[in-house]
């Protein structure tokens, strides 16, 4: 079932359940999307987005793995789609907005674009739920100009993602302090927790990770009151063949999720019974 923008909000005016976004970084064969998209459902036991790119067009190196492509890649997409998954997937240029829409329920800008004009408008014109990756060189408080440019179009329809912020080089920090800010803006916020924890380029030609502070960084952005979680998941990360670093195993979702859900519990309900406690999402 096609997930609806109404689930990053609220419903009635009461919080919504946290949001999981999860997948691979990228498609790497439609057996490997099929497996994870149904290990993932199991290991949650219920809905989620599954999230994979068709391409990966930053990659550090021009040697490094990059996908399937767009024809190819929204043909597999369309695979888990008619299986009743939610689909996001990014885009990287206008032109994509259009074919990719057609499959995905959500069209991803990634970080390093998040401030492309042509792209933010075309995605917007889709009419779908654009999901916009705060770029790591951009302030809390100034990524809501990339979603009113999204909003010009007349589609209101947007989250935005928090990955981190440059800190130094080869590595990146979280300002909690920033989800609430974006979230003061008037969208829905989503944290990536596996970017988060990336090295980027810290491996040479490729990117390094973390992966030990994925579940210590989401538990803080839920404690905070997000409305989704973001995290790449991957059944072996030693062999992904883009940003296993930094990837969650598979076999360790089942209960990151429920210890995220349990805290997601928590704080939605002391909204209103403790002074001083942010609104819930």
Not at 2 to 12: D, L, M, V
Not at 175 to 188: C, K, N, S, T, V
Not at 202 to 209: C, D, K, M
Not at 214 to 242: M, N, Q, T, Y
Request: neutral net charge; aromatic residues 6%.
């Amino acid at each position: 079932m096609a997930i609806e923008f109404s689930a990053f909000g609220r419903a009635q005016g009461a919080p919504r359940p946290l949001v999981l976004i999860a997948g691979p970084c990228v498609i790497e064969s439609e057996e490997h999307v099929h497996r994870m998209a149904r290990g993932i459902r199991d290991a949650v036991g219920g809905g989620f987005v599954f999230k994979a790119s068709f391409d990966k067009a930053n990659r550090t190196s021009l040697d490094a793995y990059r996908g399937p492509g767009l024809v190819e890649g929204l043909r597999i997409l369309a695979g888990l789609k008619a299986e009743g998954f939610s689909i996001l997937t990014d885009i990287h240029e206008a032109a994509q907005a259009e074919p990719v829409a057609a499959v995905a329920d959500i069209l991803q800008i990634p970080a390093f674009l998040c401030r492309q004009t042509d792209l933010l408008l075309a995605a917007g014109r889709t009419g779908r739920i654009v999901n916009i990756k705060k770029g790591q060189f951009v302030a809390p408080h100034d990524i809501h100009r990339a979603a009113e440019k999204v909003a010009s179009t007349g589609n209101s329809q947007v989250v935005i993602t928090e990955r981190g912020s440059s800190f130094g080089y080869n590595n990146l920090v979280v300002d909690m302090r920033g989800l609430e800010i974006m979230r003061d803006a008037g969208w829905p916020v989503v944290f990536d927790a596996t970017h988060s924890v990336q090295l980027p380029s810290g491996a040479g030609a490729v990117s390094g990770g973390q992966p030990q502070f994925i579940e210590p960084l989401a538990r803080a952005a839920v404690a905070v009151g997000v409305s989704g979680i973001f995290v790449e998941v991957h059944d072996a990360p030693e062999k992904a063949l883009s940003d296993g670093p930094n990837a969650l195993r598979l076999d360790l979702l089942p209960q990151f999720w429920r210890r995220l859900q349990a805290i997601d519990g928590l704080v939605k309900s002391l909204v209103g019974q403790v002074p001083g406690l942010p609104t819930a999402p």
